[in-house]
């Protein structure tokens, strides 16, 4: 038998459901990347887009730390003709990336009209992917699973390699470069394992670096092929080289990737030999020849006409 002391109004009900709602927001998780693939996949979502929504928010988040640093700069020194300079330049930068977000594009290269600040140091997190190594096989960064090349001194590889390792969650601090919808460099100035608190800091070597070498005779004659997952770019959004399938990283001047952009879709297939190094690390090419579906792609540039 109902009793109407038992029942609950609307107007409770209303109350009740988004005080409940607050409270498992406020006792919610972060979210893993492969967490986030899930939910969006129920919700509908494909991956693809969630990628790229990734790659949005991240560039958005970039450039408001900017956007905040240059402020404070502003309102410090009182400039007004650098307040209005900046002004028009954020002006300009938000009706593209706005653009951008509602078109679902990006440009092909340069996402932002303006590199960050020299000097400005930027905050990001994210899980480690894979090592990235230079022609050597020493260790120069790491690339995160969401999509951020971070780039580190290579003499430091020992140190790097110890304190952290593929799977680790991290901090990074450093020099964030331009923004694209390939991805985005960071130079770290440290790099912290958020589960250990572990922190390294980059410093410039004590020895002169050595002389360049032959590489036909000093790296070693590699192949490799695959489809392509992730593109890698240089401080200036060029790009630079590709990450095949197998965990492969490829080497290629940005003439190259101008090429590879427009040619590659999909599950293409990409042939790659050149020289380099293979190590408990990973593989590393720069490549001397390289091929889409068969198709050769020019390593030399063109000479100007």
């Given at each position: 038998?109902?009793?109407?002391?038992?029942?609950?109004?609307?107007?409770?009900?209303?109350?009740l459901?988004?005080?409940a709602?607050?409270?498992?927001?406020?006792?919610?998780?972060?979210?893993?990347?492969?967490?986030?693939?899930?939910?969006a996949?129920?919700?509908?979502?494909?991956?693809?887009?969630?990628?790229?929504?990734?790659?949005?928010?991240?560039?958005?988040?970039?450039?408001?730390?900017?956007?905040?640093?240059?402020?404070?700069?502003?309102?410090?020194?009182?400039?007004?003709?650098?307040?209005?300079?900046?002004?028009?330049?954020?002006?300009y930068?938000?009706?593209?990336?706005?653009?951008?977000?509602?078109?679902?594009?990006?440009?092909?290269?340069?996402?932002?009209?303006?590199?960050?600040?020299?000097?400005?140091?930027?905050?990001?997190?994210?899980?480690?992917?894979?090592?990235?190594?230079?022609?050597?096989?020493?260790?120069?960064?790491?690339?995160?699973?969401?999509?951020?090349?971070?780039?580190?001194?290579?003499?430091?590889?020992?140190?790097?390699?110890?304190?952290?390792?593929?799977?680790?969650?991290?901090?990074?601090?450093?020099?964030?470069?331009?923004?694209?919808?390939?991805?985005?460099?960071v130079?770290?100035?440290?790099i912290?394992?958020?589960?250990?608190?572990?922190?390294?800091?980059?410093?410039?070597?004590?020895?002169?670096?050595?002389?360049?070498?032959?590489?036909?005779?000093?790296?070693?004659?590699?192949?490799?092929?695959?489809?392509?997952?992730?593109?890698?770019?240089?401080?200036?959004?060029?790009?630079?080289?590709?990450?095949?399938?197998?965990?492969?990283?490829?080497?290629?001047?940005?003439?190259?990737?101008?090429?590879?952009?427009?040619?590659?879709?999909g599950?293409?297939?990409?042939?790659?030999?050149?020289?380099?190094?293979?190590?408990s690390?990973?593989?590393?090419?720069?490549?001397?020849?390289?091929?889409?579906?068969?198709?050769?792609?020019?390593?030399?540039?063109?000479?100007?006409?």
């Open positions: 038998m109902n009793h109407s002391s038992d029942r609950i109004t609307n107007q409770t009900a209303k109350e459901f988004a005080l709602a607050q409270l498992q927001g406020e006792k919610s998780h972060d979210y893993t990347p492969s967490e986030l693939v899930q939910a996949t129920e919700a509908g979502i494909s991956p693809e887009n969630l990628q790229e929504a990734l790659q949005l928010m991240r560039i958005q988040n970039t450039q408001n730390q900017i956007r905040r640093h240059n402020l404070r700069l502003i309102v410090s020194s009182g400039i007004v003709g650098v307040a209005i300079a900046l002004t028009s330049v954020w002006a930068f938000n009706f593209k990336v706005n653009s951008a977000i509602a078109g679902r594009t990006l440009p092909a290269a340069i996402v932002s009209p303006v590199a960050p600040e020299d000097g400005f140091v930027a905050s990001y997190t994210g899980t480690v992917q894979q090592y990235l190594l230079n022609p050597e096989g020493k260790v120069d960064g790491l690339l995160l699973k969401n999509g951020l090349q971070v780039k580190f001194p290579p003499h430091l590889t020992n140190q790097l390699t110890n304190a952290i390792a593929p799977g680790a969650d991290v901090r990074i601090a450093g020099k964030a470069g331009v923004a694209t919808r390939f991805g985005q460099e130079q770290a100035s440290q912290t394992n958020q589960q250990n608190q572990q922190t390294i800091v980059a410093q410039s070597p004590m020895a002169p670096p050595p002389p360049p070498v032959n590489k036909a005779n000093t790296y070693t004659s590699l192949a490799a092929e695959g489809t392509a997952q992730n593109w890698l770019v240089g401080h200036r959004g060029e790009l630079n080289g590709l990450i095949l399938s197998s965990g492969v990283e490829v080497k290629f001047p940005p003439h190259v990737g101008e090429q590879l952009v427009n040619m590659i879709q599950n293409d297939k990409v042939q790659v030999q050149g020289f380099g190094s293979r190590n690390y990973g593989q590393v090419i720069e490549a001397t020849h390289l091929s889409v579906n068969g198709e050769n792609v020019a390593i030399a540039p063109v000479p100007p006409r």
